[in-house]
């Protein structure tokens, strides 16, 4: 079962610009997370903001979480080539299991 | 550093035999699970493990089982391998749920990518 939705299914951008990506959920969480996945790879975990949180940033990622409208949006400030990956939201409605999107392709051209 | 790793990066097997994915994590962590990964569908979580022995079934348990007999250590295993499981199969690991804080974030493993024919 999916929670969350990741919306563009795909992001084109050149080197330098902004990335924002956003995520939309269904039942009530305790924490929404961002995960990071190179291609062929595992996923790397980003970030996770609680749900009593509205924004949250690390480095040039910034997360933002709204409960009542059940959605979230990471952004990536002056991105660059390396930050080619595709990018997943999860959400917690279940205790200790995750359930994630089906993410965002981003792709940065340099 | 946490690390989890997953016996093989890519393996091939016939329709029908019997296939071990394995999985290691160093960190203590309580929970471990196993996903599956398709275009567009996102992972899809087969099982969970939130102690040693102990399991759960996740979205998509048919046709496959699991073994946990050491903390660090938990086997995924096709019974009657079919092409249907072709597919990107990925472990994590995380430690236990925190109320209020919710679930912990999970460490990956570097993903099998497996092919029946």
């Known amino acids: 079962s999916q929670q969350g939705e990741e919306d563009p299914q795909a992001l084109s951008i050149q080197e330098g610009e902004n990335a924002t990506m956003n995520c939309s959920y269904k039942t009530s969480i305790n924490n929404l997370q961002w995960y990071r996945q190179n291609s062929g790879r595992g996923l790397v975990h980003l970030i996770l903001?609680?749900?009593?949180?509205r924004e949250k940033h690390s480095g040039r990622l910034r997360v933002t979480l709204d409960t009542s409208k059940k959605s979230s949006s990471l952004l990536i400030t002056a991105s660059r080539a390396a930050d080619t990956a595709s990018y997943f939201c999860?959400?917690?409605?279940?205790?200790?299991?995750?359930?994630f999107g089906a993410g965002t392709i981003l792709r940065v051209k340099s | 550093d946490v690390k989890v790793t997953q016996s093989s990066r890519y393996l091939v097997k016939r329709t029908g035999e019997k296939v071990f994915l394995e999985c290691v994590q160093d960190m203590d962590h309580e929970n471990m699970f196993w996903y599956r990964q398709d275009p567009g569908l996102g992972l899809r979580l087969i099982y969970f493990s939130y102690d040693v022995k102990m399991k759960e079934k996740g979205d998509i348990p048919e046709g496959y089982s699991v073994s946990r007999e050491k903390k660090e250590r938990f086997s995924l295993i096709l019974e009657s391998a079919s092409t249907n499981q072709t597919s990107m199969y990925l472990c994590?690991?995380?430690?236990?749920?925190?109320?209020?804080?919710?679930?912990?974030?999970?460490?990956f493993g570097p993903g099998t990518r497996l092919t029946v024919t």
């Open positions: 903001i609680r749900s009593n949180e």
């Open positions: 994590a690991s995380s430690f236990s749920y925190n109320s209020p804080g919710g679930a912990y974030e999970q460490y």
């Open positions: 999860a959400t917690d409605p279940y205790g200790n299991k995750l359930v």
